[in-house]
């Protein structure tokens, strides 16, 4: 992997976590196009959105140092509630990841035809939740959290969008679409900063003995550029949510869903 492929990498990921158009399905894309070599596959994959999780951090420190200091003060209040429903939706994609660590490598080796397929579908849920009202008044409770944790499992597939899927899911349970998007983005940082640090360890001490060989430079580049587009994209796409422009983005997927399943086609 040289510096430019990991940089470009860096980019994609960071505008495509946060918009609703699959982050991990655009990398295999990019990395079918470029065909890009990397050992470790879903390493690379987490160590970008480790990059994404602290553009999260950045835009929504307000909201978790409220969170930080609503637990420490041991009572049962609005933060707590919220910390908990965070933890409830953390278990689903917690027991996928335990269990089917293998399966889910399997399905990141540039599987083109996946891919295609999972964007058709990303694209029609995104389609179907601007048709939604937008007066929704529901709060969130352990049960919604339990369902957007689910669909948050499911989005590991590479194609679908993990935060238009579990947006959409929070808007169709009812949730007002600034509060489904709060919730989506902060969902998953305690998954991905685990992952991270657990892939990074273990990328380590496989490379022990052979660290002039080890992508460590390059990774780091496409980390940098995740981050610095993360910023921008995330602050974008909490405008697009509240405005109901989500459907712009289903037309999207629609067409690279349909060009990536033709080229599997062609190519197979």
Request: glycine share 8%; charged share 15%.
């Amino acid at each position: 992997m040289s510096l430019i492929e990991a940089i470009i990498l860096g980019i994609v990921q960071g505008f495509t976590e946060f918009l609703p158009v699959s982050s991990s399905g655009h990398i295999e894309l990019v990395k079918a196009i470029q065909n890009t070599e990397i050992e470790e596959n879903l390493l690379f994959t987490v160590f970008l959105h480790l990059a994404t999780a602290f553009s999260t951090i950045v835009v929504f420190r307000k909201d978790l140092v409220q969170i930080i200091k609503g637990i420490l003060s041991f009572k049962w209040n609005e933060e707590t509630k919220f910390a908990w429903y965070v933890v409830i939706s953390m278990i689903p994609a917690a027991l996928v990841g335990l269990f089917l660590k293998d399966q889910i490598e399997e399905f990141f080796d540039r599987n083109i035809l996946l891919v295609g397929f999972m964007l058709l579908l990303t694209g029609a849920l995104l389609f179907i939740s601007d048709r939604v009202k937008n007066n929704q008044t529901k709060e969130l409770d352990t049960k919604k959290s339990a369902i957007m944790g689910i669909v948050q499992a499911i989005a590991i597939l590479p194609g679908i969008s993990r935060s238009g899927s579990t947006i959409v899911a929070g808007v169709l349970l009812g949730l007002p679409r600034n509060k489904a998007a709060r919730f989506s983005f902060i969902m998953v940082l305690p998954l991905i900063l685990g992952a991270g640090a657990k892939s990074f360890k273990d990328f380590l001490d496989l490379s022990e003995g052979a660290q002039a060989s080890s992508p460590i430079f390059e990774m780091s580049m496409g980390f940098i550029a995740a981050f610095i587009s993360g910023l921008f994209a995330i602050k974008w796409m909490i405008k697009l949510v509240e405005n109901s422009r989500l459907s712009w983005f289903a037309y999207y997927c629609f067409i690279v869903g349909v060009v990536a399943v033709s080229y599997s086609f062609l190519q197979g």
